[in-house]
């Protein structure tokens, strides 16, 4: 078992029950999501929902969502001892970005990521510089920093670490 949290950055208000239709068949139980207004822009709402399940639920969390196009979200999968932890960020002009997590919550790039990295910049330092952002991320947390700070001052949920 693993734990984690989705994080709706910003949706549109219609697509409010079908999030949490979609996290609900995901997690085998009614979720009880707490919308609050998104003000970076008209009609948006954001929502965290913490979740514990199997060391495949934050995948299927993103599958489920992964259609609704209008939506900005992120879920966390938290390590286990058999499993890495994982970020999805997803964005409606970027689409899903995927990322295994050490313990601590920092993205790890295995070797083969690295060297593909490595083979389509060439000889560019700058390719590669642009490259390594994309593995790690980087235009994804660009996007949704704005969405992030909005939520500032909302009600924190902490983790505990689940055996």
């Known amino acids: 078992m693993t734990q984690g949290v989705l994080y709706i950055h910003s949706a549109p208000r219609a697509l409010a029950p079908h999030i949490e239709w979609a996290a609900s068949g995901v997690l085998g139980m009614p979720s009880r999501v707490r919308w609050e207004d998104q003000h970076v822009g008209r009609g948006l709402l954001r929502a965290e929902l913490t979740w514990r399940g199997r060391d495949d639920t934050g995948a299927r969390l993103v599958s489920a969502l992964r259609g609704m196009h209008e939506v900005r979200f992120e879920v966390t999968q938290e390590a286990t001892v058999a499993s890495d932890g994982a970020r999805w960020s997803c964005t409606p002009d970027l689409g899903i970005h995927h990322a295994a997590t050490d313990r601590a919550g920092n993205t790890v790039l295995t070797e083969d990521h690295v060297r593909g990295c490595m083979d389509r910049a060439g000889n560019d330092p700058l390719a590669l510089q642009r ?3 994309i593995a790690l991320g980087e235009p994804w947390d660009e996007e949704l920093e704005i969405y992030r700070h909005a939520g500032e001052g909302v009600p924190m ?6 055996s």
């Open 131 to 133: 490259e390594l952002g």
């Open 157 to 162: 949920r902490w983790l505990h670490r689940v």
